[in-house]
C-alpha cells in the first residue's frame, strides 16, 4: 500500500507564522528598534524578511521548471511517438509535477508571495524528437537537471521545513530519471551519489 | 631567529607566487556531462526557466533581449567569460543575492572549469547556436 503524503504539511502553521513574523508585524518590529535605538534588533528583524523573500524566489524558480516540465510532458503524450505503458508513465509523471506545482504554488502564497504562472508557450526541441525514445530521452534530460537543480536549492532555504519538503520532491525527480533511463534501456541507476 | 624569519619570508613568498585565483585547464567533454545539472532550467539555443546559453561569453549579465531576469541580474554590472563564470558557478547567490537562480553552487573547482570549457565551445557553436 502506498500512502500519500504532503510533503508540505509540517508547513501549514509555519507559513501563516513566518510570515507574520517576516512581513508586516517584521516591519514594524524594525521600525520600532529603530525608533528605540537599537539597531541590531531591528536589523534582524529585516533579515528575516530577506529570509522570506530568499525562499519565495527559490520557490517560485522551482515552480516555473515544473510548469515547463508539465508542459513538456504534454507535448510528449500528444506527440503521438508514445506507446503504451510508456504513454501512461508519462501521463502519471505529469501528474506528479501537476501535485508538485501546486504545492509549490500554494506555499509561495501561504509566504505571502506570488506565485509564478505556466507561460502561454514553451519552446521544446520538437525537431530533434522523432521516436519514442527520443522524447524519453527528452525527458530523462528534464528529470535529471530536475534532480540537480532541488539538489542545489535544498541548502539555500532559510526555513528547513522548506528544505525538508523540497528534498520530498527531489525524490520523485530521481525516481522519474531512474524509470525513464530503464525505458531507455540504459543503467537506470548509474550512480551511488547524484550531483 | 634569522634563520626561521628567512624561512617564513620564503614560505610565504611561495605562496603569493601560486596562481590561487587561476582557473584549472577545463576538459569540455567532462563539461558537458556537467551541463546535465543544468537542464531543469537551461538550455544552449532557447530561453527556459533560465536565458539560453548561446552567445554567453562577452554577453553582459541580463542581457538575453526578451528574458525576464531578477533585477539583481538585470542590474548586475558583470560581464560573463572564465572568471565570471567561474566566480557565479561557485556561489550563484553569493556573488549575486537577489538572482532567481537558487542554486547552492559547484564547489569543485575541476568541475567548474570543466563545464566552463564545455559552454565556451558550445555557446558559440554554429549548430547549436545558428547565427
Keep these: ?195 | 631567529m634569522k634563520h626561521r624569519a628567512a624561512t617564513a619570508v620564503l614560505v610565504l613568498a611561495a605562496l603569493v607566487s601560486l596562481p590561487a585565483s587561476a582557473i584549472a585547464p577545463g576538459d569540455p567533454v567532462r563539461g558537458e556531462a556537467i551541463y546535465a545539472r543544468c537542464q531543469a532550467c537551461h538550455a544552449l539555443g532557447y530561453d527556459r526557466t533560465g536565458p539560453k546559453h548561446c552567445g554567453l561569453f562577452g554577453r553582459r549579465a541580463g542581457g538575453v533581449p526578451g528574458f525576464r531576469y531578477s533585477p539583481a541580474m538585470a542590474q548586475a554590472d558583470v560581464v560573463w567569460d572564465a572568471n565570471t563564470l567561474d566566480r557565479f558557478l561557485a556561489n550563484p547567490t553569493g556573488m549575486m543575492p537577489g538572482t532567481a537562480m537558487g542554486y547552492a553552487g559547484i564547489a569543485d573547482r575541476q568541475e567548474r572549469a570543466d563545464l566552463i570549457a564545455w559552454l565556451r565551445q558550445a555557446s558559440a557553436s554554429p549548430i547549436e547556436c545558428p547565427p
Design chain 1, 1 to 195: 500500500m502506498i500512502v500519500r503524503i504532503n510533503p508540505f504539511f509540517a508547513l501549514q502553521d509555519l507559513g501563516r507564522r513566518r510570515f507574520l513574523a517576516g512581513t508586516g508585524a517584521t516591519l514594524s518590529a524594525a521600525a520600532v528598534a529603530l525608533m528605540a535605538g537599537r539597531p541590531a534588533l531591528a536589523a534582524g528583524q529585516g533579515s528575516k524578511h530577506d529570509d522570506l523573500e530568499t525562499d519565495v524566489r527559490i520557490l517560485n524558480t522551482a515552480l516555473g521548471a515544473e510548469l515547463e516540465a508539465i508542459a513538456a510532458y504534454a507535448m510528449g503524450a500528444g506527440s503521438g511517438l508514445l506507446q503504451k505503458p510508456v504513454l501512461d508513465l508519462a501521463v502519471q509523471f505529469q501528474g506528479h509535477h501537476k501535485e508538485h506545482a501546486a504545492v509549490l504554488a500554494k506555499t509561495i502564497r501561504k509566504l505571502g508571495g506570488t506565485p509564478v504562472e505556466a507561460r502561454e508557450h514553451y519552446q521544446f526541441p520538437t525537431d530533434g524528437l522523432k521516436t519514442q525514445n527520443d522524447v524519453l530521452g527528452f525527458a530523462a534530460g528534464l528529470e535529471r537537471g530536475a534532480v540537480s537543480a532541488y539538489l542545489g536549492a535544498v541548502p539555500l532555504f532559510r526555513g528547513r521545513e522548506l528544505a525538508s519538503a523540497a528534498a520530498s520532491i527531489l525524490g520523485d525527480e530521481a525516481m522519474h530519471w531512474a524509470i525513464l533511463r530503464q525505458a531507455l534501456g540504459q543503467d537506470p541507476v548509474p550512480t551511488a551519489f547524484m550531483s
